[in-house]
């Protein structure tokens, strides 16, 4: 089984910065990718970033050059850098961590840019 524990949700005005972290506990010795997504109210949930254990990132087109994904060296804690943020990015980002087979959620952190 893995964990992961999201933090650094919060509100924040437009063309503000806030940074999400996401640690994975547990079994994770063949973590494969670490990614955030995002559900607005009424929506889908979307993939905003990932990163594989390669270092390989891919990004939505909506954040491009404003947010950026990084992890530590040990690979167990990912980094959501997010840069001039605008309203519609208001939503509630989950960490997802591919281990072996098996796909895993975190429990949410909300974020809310005001305008």
């Known amino acids: 089984q893995v964990q992961l524990v999201e933090s650094g949700g919060g509100w924040v005005q437009a063309g503000g910065s806030l940074r999400l972290s996401c640690v994975a506990s547990?079994?994770?010795?063949?973590?494969?990718?670490m990614g955030w997504f995002r559900q607005a109210p009424g929506k889908q949930r979307e993939l905003v970033a990932g990163i594989t254990s390669g270092g390989t990132t891919n990004y939505a087109d909506s954040v491009k050059g404003r947010f950026t994904i990084s992890r530590d060296n040990a690979g167990n804690t990912v980094y959501l850098q997010m840069n001039s943020l605008k309203p519609e990015d208001t939503a509630d980002y989950y960490c997802n961590a591919i281990v072996s087979l098996n796909n895993y959620w975190g429990q949410g952190t909300q974020v809310t840019v005001s305008s």
């Open positions: 547990g079994f994770t010795s063949n973590m494969r990718y």
